[in-house]
Nanobody
Framework: EVELVESGGGSVQPGGSLRLSCAAS????????MQWWRQAPGKAREFVAK????????AYAASVKGRFSISRDNAKQMLYLQMNYLKPEDTAVYYC?????????WGQGTQVTVSS
């Protein structure tokens, strides 16, 4: 069964940085796009970033462009999200997501809290 396990969340002050990781298993990771989504309290889930199977192409939500960077290591089956210049409005649960022929899969999420 497809498994996505996020880690790296935590509490940070505004302007700080965090690096999220997602360990993927039980599917051909290197063949598929990967995404990060987030959900803030009381709000709908929101797209954050995506990356192509080979890592050459990326796309970001306007709210994070220039501050966040998505990357992947296909040899290790790992997905990353480097988050810099964090703002209070970045507070959310962050999810690693993939959409493959057998369906759409989400990790359990990792909490990011930005507060002074």
């Amino acid at each position: 069964e497809v498994e996505l396990v996020e880690s790296g969340g935590g509490s940070v002050q505004p302007g700080g940085s965090l690096r999220l990781s997602c360990a993927a298993s039980e599917f051909a990771f290197s063949r598929f796009y990967m995404q990060w989504w987030r959900q803030a309290p009381g709000k709908a889930r929101e797209f954050v970033a995506k990356i192509s199977d080979d890592g050459a192409t990326t796309a970001y939500a306007a709210s994070v462009k220039g501050r966040f960077s998505i990357s992947r290591d296909n040899a290790k089956q790992m997905l990353y999200l480097q988050m810099n210049y964090l703002k209070p409005e970045d507070t959310a649960v962050y999810y690693c997501v993939t959409n493959i022929p057998s369906g759409e899969y989400w990790g359990q999420g990792t909490q990011v809290t930005v507060s002074s």
